[in-house]
């Protein structure tokens, strides 16, 4: 089973950018899917971004444009560059790792966007 860790959290202003990291261990890295999602406080946990194995990406349609999604097979670890943030995003966010009967959580980073 893969282990999630997260970084990169924080306090913005609207208009700034963040970059979330999402460093893998445990387990092979590169044949897994890996999201990002997001948990607003009183909200479901939505997907923000998806990559697959091959490098195709997809997108929340609120998030497209501003945001990318890419990983780093070497390093284990897939990021989240967030750019032109608004007080909408603020969220906690989650990476997932998914792959045949494994479906992984991270613990989450916590992104504020101040209006």
């Known amino acids: 089973q893969v282990q999630l860790v997260e970084s990169g959290g924080g306090l913005v202003r609207a208009g700034g950018s963040l970059r979330l990291s999402c460093a893998a261990s445990g387990s092979t890295f590169s044949p897994y899917a890996m999201g990002w999602y997001r948990q607003a406080p009183g909200k479901q946990r939505e997907l923000v971004a998806f990559?697959?194995?091959?490098?195709?990406?997809n997108y929340n349609d609120s998030v497209k444009g501003r945001f990318t999604i890419s990983r780093d097979n070497a390093k284990d670890t897939v990021h989240l560059q967030m750019n032109s943030l608004k007080p909408e995003d603020t969220a906690v966010y989650y990476c997932?790792?998914?792959?045949?009967?494994?479906?992984?959580w991270g613990k989450g980073t916590l992104v504020t966007v101040s209006s």
């Open positions: 990559i697959t194995s091959g490098g195709s990406t």
């Open positions: 997932n790792a998914l792959y045949i009967g494994i479906n992984s």
